[in-house]
C-alpha cells in the first residue's frame, strides 16, 4: 500500500463520519418539522391549509442548509452556506408574509395584520447574521494551516 492509499482511507473515514452525523442530525430537525406540521394541520385545520406549501418549502430548504453546513464543516463553504441561508429566509420571510401584510379568509371572515415593523426588525437580524457570516469566513481564511 502507498501513502496515497494510506492517507486516503482516514479521509474517506472522515467523510463518512460527517455524512452519517449531517444526516442524523437534518433527520432529526425533519422529524421535528414534521412533528409541528402534524400539530398545526391538526389544530388550524383548514386555517393552515392555504400555508402548508409555504410551511414545506421552508421546512425542505432550512434541512437543506442543515445538511450542507453540517457537511462542510471545517471549510469556508459552511460561511457560505450561512450567508445564503440568512439571504433565503429574508427573501423567505418577505415573499410568504406578502411584505407585511398578512391576510387570512376563513368562512367569510378576513382577518388582516400588517406588521412592517416586525418584518422589518426580522430582515435586520437575518442582515446581522449575514454579517456575522461573512466575518466569520474572513476570520477563517485568514488562519494559517496546522499541521
Known amino acids: 500500500m502507498n501513502e496515497v492509499e494510506a492517507e486516503a482511507k482516514p479521509t474517506r473515514r472522515k467523510l463518512v463520519t460527517k455524512i452519517v452525523e449531517a444526516t442524523v442530525i437534518t433527520a432529526i430537525y425533519g422529524l421535528v418539522w414534521l412533528i409541528i406540521w402534524f400539530l398545526l394541520s391538526h389544530f388550524l ?79 435586520a437580524i437575518n442582515l446581522l447574521s449575514i454579517a456575522n457570516g461573512i466575518i466569520q469566513a474572513t476570520e477563517f481564511a485568514a488562519q494559517t494551516p496546522e499541521d
Open 45 to 123: 385545520g383548514p386555517v393552515f391549509q392555504p400555508f402548508s406549501t409555504l410551511y414545506w418549502i421552508l421546512a425542505c430548504a432550512l434541512l437543506f442548509f442543515t445538511f450542507a453546513i453540517k457537511i462542510s464543516e471545517g471549510t469556508v463553504y459552511k460561511y457560505i452556506l450561512i450567508i445564503l441561508r440568512s439571504f433565503f429566509i429574508i427573501v423567505y420571510i418577505i415573499y410568504s408574509t406578502n411584505f407585511g401584510i398578512f391576510t387570512i379568509n376563513f368562512e367569510g371572515f378576513t382577518l388582516t395584520v400588517e406588521f412592517i415593523p416586525l418584518l422589518a426588525m426580522m430582515v
